[in-house]
Protein backbone atom coordinates (compact mmCIF):
# COMPACT_ATOMS: atom_id res chain seq x y z
CA UNK A 1 0.00 0.00 0.00
CA UNK A 2 1.44 3.28 -1.35
CA UNK A 3 2.57 5.65 1.97
CA UNK A 4 0.15 8.76 3.95
CA UNK A 5 1.67 11.84 5.67
CA UNK A 6 -0.48 12.76 8.89
CA UNK A 7 0.57 15.57 11.32
CA UNK A 8 1.24 13.71 15.01
CA UNK A 9 -0.68 15.54 16.74
CA UNK A 10 -3.66 18.18 16.25
CA UNK A 11 -5.88 20.40 18.60
CA UNK A 12 -9.06 21.26 18.32
CA UNK A 13 -11.86 22.93 20.82
CA UNK A 14 -15.07 21.66 21.14
CA UNK A 15 -18.45 22.08 18.92
CA UNK A 16 -15.48 23.63 16.45
CA UNK A 17 -14.87 22.11 12.71
CA UNK A 18 -11.71 20.06 12.35
CA UNK A 19 -9.88 19.32 9.65
CA UNK A 20 -7.41 16.52 9.53
CA UNK A 21 -4.99 16.88 6.68
CA UNK A 22 -3.18 13.49 5.08
CA UNK A 23 -1.05 13.68 1.91
CA UNK A 24 -0.34 10.70 0.02
CA UNK A 25 1.50 12.31 -3.49
CA UNK A 26 2.30 8.75 -4.66
CA UNK A 27 -1.26 7.50 -4.50
CA UNK A 28 -2.01 4.96 -7.48
CA UNK A 29 -5.15 5.18 -9.98
CA UNK A 30 -6.59 2.43 -8.19
CA UNK A 31 -5.76 3.07 -4.35
CA UNK A 32 -9.01 3.87 -2.53
CA UNK A 33 -8.55 6.62 0.51
CA UNK A 34 -9.50 5.28 3.72
CA UNK A 35 -9.83 6.71 7.16
CA UNK A 36 -10.33 5.04 10.18
CA UNK A 37 -9.71 5.88 14.16
CA UNK A 38 -9.07 4.51 17.61
CA UNK A 39 -10.49 5.65 20.61
CA UNK A 40 -8.55 5.26 23.78
CA UNK A 41 -8.10 1.44 24.66
CA UNK A 42 -10.58 0.35 21.77
CA UNK A 43 -10.52 -1.07 18.49
CA UNK A 44 -9.83 0.67 15.28
CA UNK A 45 -13.13 2.22 14.07
CA UNK A 46 -14.29 2.93 10.22
CA UNK A 47 -14.54 6.35 9.37
CA UNK A 48 -14.90 7.09 6.01
CA UNK A 49 -13.29 6.06 2.69
CA UNK A 50 -13.25 7.43 -0.78
CA UNK A 51 -12.08 7.16 -4.61
CA UNK A 52 -12.25 10.05 -6.28
CA UNK A 53 -15.37 12.45 -5.26
CA UNK A 54 -15.86 14.02 -1.73
CA UNK A 55 -17.90 11.78 0.68
CA UNK A 56 -19.85 12.62 3.43
CA UNK A 57 -21.87 10.35 5.74
CA UNK A 58 -22.85 10.26 9.21
CA UNK A 59 -19.93 10.88 10.94
CA UNK A 60 -17.75 12.71 8.69
CA UNK A 61 -16.77 14.46 5.42
CA UNK A 62 -13.32 13.25 3.02
CA UNK A 63 -12.40 16.21 0.97
CA UNK A 64 -10.38 14.80 -1.60
CA UNK A 65 -7.87 16.98 -3.74
CA UNK A 66 -8.25 16.83 -7.91
CA UNK A 67 -4.82 15.64 -8.50
CA UNK A 68 -5.75 12.68 -4.95
CA UNK A 69 -2.14 13.60 -3.87
CA UNK A 70 -4.03 14.57 -0.65
CA UNK A 71 -7.18 14.53 1.43
CA UNK A 72 -8.75 16.12 4.39
CA UNK A 73 -10.92 14.23 6.86
CA UNK A 74 -13.72 16.44 8.23
CA UNK A 75 -15.58 16.72 11.39
CA UNK A 76 -18.09 19.23 11.54
CA UNK A 77 -18.63 19.74 15.31
CA UNK A 78 -16.04 18.55 17.40
CA UNK A 79 -17.47 16.06 20.45
CA UNK A 80 -14.92 15.10 23.84
CA UNK A 81 -15.96 11.54 22.19
CA UNK A 82 -13.86 12.83 18.74
CA UNK A 83 -10.76 12.60 20.48
CA UNK A 84 -8.43 9.47 19.42
CA UNK A 85 -5.81 8.85 16.54
CA UNK A 86 -7.32 8.95 13.49
CA UNK A 87 -5.61 7.17 10.25
CA UNK A 88 -5.58 7.77 7.10
CA UNK A 89 -4.50 4.46 4.74
CA UNK A 90 -4.53 4.01 0.96
CA UNK A 91 -6.13 0.52 0.12
CA UNK A 92 -5.73 -0.89 -3.51
CA UNK A 93 -9.38 -1.79 -4.90
CA UNK A 94 -7.14 -4.65 -6.44
CA UNK A 95 -5.48 -6.37 -3.54
CA UNK A 96 -7.50 -9.44 -4.56
CA UNK A 97 -9.95 -11.40 -2.77
CA UNK A 98 -9.67 -11.80 1.28
CA UNK A 99 -7.34 -9.34 1.30
CA UNK A 100 -7.62 -6.31 3.17
CA UNK A 101 -4.39 -5.92 4.99
CA UNK A 102 -4.74 -2.18 6.12
CA UNK A 103 -1.80 -0.64 7.03
CA UNK A 104 -1.86 1.67 10.18
CA UNK A 105 0.77 4.48 10.11
CA UNK A 106 1.14 6.56 13.31
CA UNK A 107 -1.79 8.59 12.60
CA UNK A 108 -2.83 11.99 13.82
CA UNK A 109 -3.42 12.08 17.44
CA UNK A 110 -6.79 14.46 17.42
CA UNK A 111 -7.69 16.55 21.72
CA UNK A 112 -10.68 18.25 21.64
CA UNK A 113 -10.59 20.62 24.67
CA UNK A 114 -13.72 21.53 26.30
CA UNK B 1 -26.05 -2.73 15.65
CA UNK B 2 -23.87 -5.92 14.47
CA UNK B 3 -20.82 -6.04 15.90
CA UNK B 4 -17.37 -7.85 16.12
CA UNK B 5 -17.04 -9.46 19.91
CA UNK B 6 -14.19 -10.55 21.45
CA UNK B 7 -13.10 -13.02 24.33
CA UNK B 8 -11.31 -13.15 26.73
CA UNK B 9 -11.34 -9.09 27.15
CA UNK B 10 -7.51 -9.47 29.01
CA UNK B 11 -5.55 -12.96 29.66
CA UNK B 12 -2.45 -13.54 31.60
CA UNK B 13 -0.09 -16.04 31.04
CA UNK B 14 3.13 -18.22 31.54
CA UNK B 15 5.68 -17.96 29.05
CA UNK B 16 5.41 -20.99 26.92
CA UNK B 17 1.91 -22.07 27.29
CA UNK B 18 -1.14 -21.95 24.58
CA UNK B 19 -3.26 -19.39 24.16
CA UNK B 20 -6.34 -19.31 22.48
CA UNK B 21 -8.44 -15.32 21.49
CA UNK B 22 -11.49 -16.12 20.44
CA UNK B 23 -13.59 -13.85 18.21
CA UNK B 24 -17.53 -13.79 17.16
CA UNK B 25 -17.40 -11.43 13.82
CA UNK B 26 -20.34 -9.97 12.30
CA UNK B 27 -22.77 -12.94 11.07
CA UNK B 28 -23.22 -12.29 7.55
CA UNK B 29 -19.28 -11.18 7.06
CA UNK B 30 -17.51 -13.62 5.03
CA UNK B 31 -13.25 -11.85 5.44
CA UNK B 32 -12.12 -12.46 8.92
CA UNK B 33 -8.68 -10.84 10.31
CA UNK B 34 -6.20 -10.90 13.42
CA UNK B 35 -4.42 -7.99 13.84
CA UNK B 36 -2.51 -6.99 16.69
CA UNK B 37 -0.53 -3.53 18.71
CA UNK B 38 1.83 -3.76 21.19
CA UNK B 39 1.75 -1.20 23.62
CA UNK B 40 2.08 2.49 22.12
CA UNK B 41 3.08 0.98 19.13
CA UNK B 42 1.20 1.02 15.51
CA UNK B 43 -1.73 -1.54 14.56
CA UNK B 44 -0.13 -4.60 12.72
CA UNK B 45 -1.60 -7.08 10.54
CA UNK B 46 -1.22 -10.57 10.99
CA UNK B 47 -3.76 -12.77 9.02
CA UNK B 48 -6.74 -12.30 6.74
CA UNK B 49 -9.08 -15.81 6.72
CA UNK B 50 -11.24 -16.35 3.79
CA UNK B 51 -13.27 -19.29 2.45
CA UNK B 52 -11.84 -21.37 5.57
CA UNK B 53 -8.04 -20.80 4.61
CA UNK B 54 -5.71 -18.03 5.39
CA UNK B 55 -5.79 -15.68 2.19
CA UNK B 56 -2.80 -13.43 3.69
CA UNK B 57 -0.41 -13.51 6.55
CA UNK B 58 2.21 -10.96 7.60
CA UNK B 59 5.72 -11.54 8.80
CA UNK B 60 4.57 -11.64 12.57
CA UNK B 61 2.56 -14.72 11.64
CA UNK B 62 5.04 -17.43 12.26
CA UNK B 63 4.73 -21.41 12.85
CA UNK B 64 3.64 -20.38 16.36
CA UNK B 65 0.28 -18.88 15.45
CA UNK B 66 -3.00 -20.88 13.87
CA UNK B 67 -6.36 -19.30 13.25
CA UNK B 68 -9.91 -21.17 12.41
CA UNK B 69 -13.11 -21.02 11.95
CA UNK B 70 -13.73 -24.66 14.50
CA UNK B 71 -18.05 -24.43 14.10
CA UNK B 72 -19.34 -21.33 11.59
CA UNK B 73 -19.38 -18.86 13.77
CA UNK B 74 -16.51 -18.01 15.73
CA UNK B 75 -12.70 -17.18 14.64
CA UNK B 76 -9.94 -17.79 16.74
CA UNK B 77 -6.32 -17.21 17.07
CA UNK B 78 -4.03 -19.54 18.72
CA UNK B 79 -0.84 -18.77 20.03
CA UNK B 80 1.37 -22.24 20.75
CA UNK B 81 4.28 -21.10 23.10
CA UNK B 82 3.72 -17.50 24.32
CA UNK B 83 7.06 -15.77 23.87
CA UNK B 84 7.17 -12.43 26.19
CA UNK B 85 6.70 -10.22 22.89
CA UNK B 86 3.50 -11.53 22.15
CA UNK B 87 2.18 -9.31 24.95
CA UNK B 88 -0.28 -7.19 23.14
CA UNK B 89 -3.46 -6.17 22.25
CA UNK B 90 -5.25 -8.62 19.79
CA UNK B 91 -8.07 -7.06 17.28
CA UNK B 92 -10.23 -9.32 15.23
CA UNK B 93 -12.13 -7.37 12.69
CA UNK B 94 -14.29 -8.59 9.55
CA UNK B 95 -16.15 -7.32 6.49
CA UNK B 96 -18.53 -8.47 3.82
CA UNK B 97 -17.03 -6.80 1.08
CA UNK B 98 -13.06 -7.37 1.24
CA UNK B 99 -12.65 -4.92 -1.83
CA UNK B 100 -14.32 -1.60 -0.80
CA UNK B 101 -15.92 -2.28 2.34
CA UNK B 102 -15.05 -0.84 5.67
CA UNK B 103 -13.47 -3.04 8.32
CA UNK B 104 -15.18 -4.11 11.36
CA UNK B 105 -13.08 -4.14 14.51
CA UNK B 106 -13.74 -5.97 18.02
CA UNK B 107 -12.41 -4.10 21.44
CA UNK B 108 -9.99 -6.31 21.32
CA UNK B 109 -8.57 -8.91 23.87
CA UNK B 110 -5.50 -7.98 25.74
CA UNK B 111 -2.54 -10.46 26.52
CA UNK B 112 0.20 -10.23 29.12
CA UNK B 113 2.54 -12.67 28.78
CA UNK B 114 4.55 -13.25 31.90
Known amino acids: DAKTTQPNSMESNEEEPVHLPCNHS???????IHWYRQLPSQGPEYVIH???SNVNNRMASLAIAEDRKSSTLILHRATLRDAAVYYC???????????????FGKGTKLSVIP | EPEVTQTPSHQVTQMGQEVILRCVPI?????FYWYRQILGQKVEFLVS????????KSEIFDDQFSVERPDGSNFTLKIRSTKLEDSAMYFC????????????FGEGSRLTVL
Open chain 2, 27 to 31: SNHLY
Open chain 1, 50 to 52: GLT
Open chain 2, 49 to 56: FYNNEISE
Open chain 1, 26 to 32: TISGTDY
Open chain 2, 93 to 104: ASTRNANTGELF
Open chain 1, 89 to 103: ILRDVHSGAGSYQLT
